[in-house]
C-alpha cells in the first residue's frame, strides 16, 4: 500500500505542478510527466522483483526451460513500457508517434516471444 501511495501523491503533485506551468511554460509539462513516469516506473519495477523471484523458482522446480517463462516476463515489461510512453505521447498532442510506440510494442513482443513459439511448433511437429 505504501508505493501506491507514493506513486498517486507523486502523480497528484506533479498534476498540480503541471497546471502552474501551463501558463508560464507549457514546454516544461511534457518533461515533468516523464519524470513521474521514470519515478513510478522504477518503483513499479521495484514491486515486480517478487514476481521475479517467484517465476525463477516455479521455472527451476517445474524443470522447464527459460524458454517458457522468459518471452512472458519481457512481454509485460514491454507492455509497462510501451503504455508510459504511448501516453506521454498523447499528452503532448502527438498521437500518431502514441500508435507508433504501440506498434513497436507489438513487434517487440512478437519478436521476443518467438523462441516460445517455436518451442510450440516443435511440440506439435513431435505430436504429428
Given at each position: 500500500?505504501?508505493?501506491?501511495?507514493?506513486?498517486?501523491?507523486?502523480?497528484?503533485?506533479?498534476?498540480?505542478?503541471?497546471?502552474?506551468?501551463?501558463?508560464?511554460?507549457?514546454?516544461?509539462?511534457?518533461?515533468l510527466?516523464?519524470?513521474?513516469?521514470?519515478?513510478?516506473?522504477?518503483?513499479?519495477?521495484?514491486?515486480?522483483?517478487?514476481?521475479?523471484?517467484?517465476?525463477?523458482?516455479?521455472?527451476?522446480?517445474?524443470?522447464?526451460?527459460?524458454?517458457?517463462?522468459?518471452?512472458?516476463?519481457?512481454?509485460?515489461?514491454?507492455?509497462?513500457?510501451?503504455?508510459g510512453?504511448?501516453?506521454?505521447?498523447?499528452?503532448?498532442?502527438?498521437?500518431?508517434?502514441?500508435?507508433?510506440?504501440?506498434?513497436?510494442?507489438?513487434?517487440?513482443?512478437?519478436?521476443?516471444?518467438?523462441?516460445?513459439?517455436?518451442?510450440?511448433?516443435?511440440?506439435?511437429?513431435e505430436?504429428?
Amino acid at each position: 500500500m505504501g508505493p501506491l501511495l507514493r506513486f498517486a501523491a507523486a502523480a497528484v503533485l506533479a498534476a498540480a505542478v503541471a497546471l502552474l506551468l501551463r501558463r508560464s511554460n507549457p514546454e516544461l509539462q511534457i518533461p515533468l510527466a516523464a519524470a513521474v513516469c521514470c519515478f513510478v516506473l522504477w518503483g513499479v519495477l521495484k514491486l515486480l522483483e517478487p514476481v521475479r523471484t517467484f517465476l525463477e523458482r516455479a521455472a527451476a522446480l517445474s524443470g522447464l526451460s527459460d524458454v517458457y517463462f522468459l518471452p512472458v516476463a519481457k512481454c509485460v515489461v514491454i507492455a509497462i513500457v510501451a503504455k508510459g510512453a504511448a501516453d506521454l505521447c498523447r499528452d503532448s498532442g502527438q498521437s500518431a508517434m502514441a500508435g507508433a510506440v504501440e506498434l513497436g510494442a507489438a513487434a517487440a513482443a512478437l519478436a521476443v516471444s518467438l523462441p516460445l513459439l517455436s518451442a510450440l511448433l516443435g511440440f506439435l511437429e513431435e505430436l504429428l
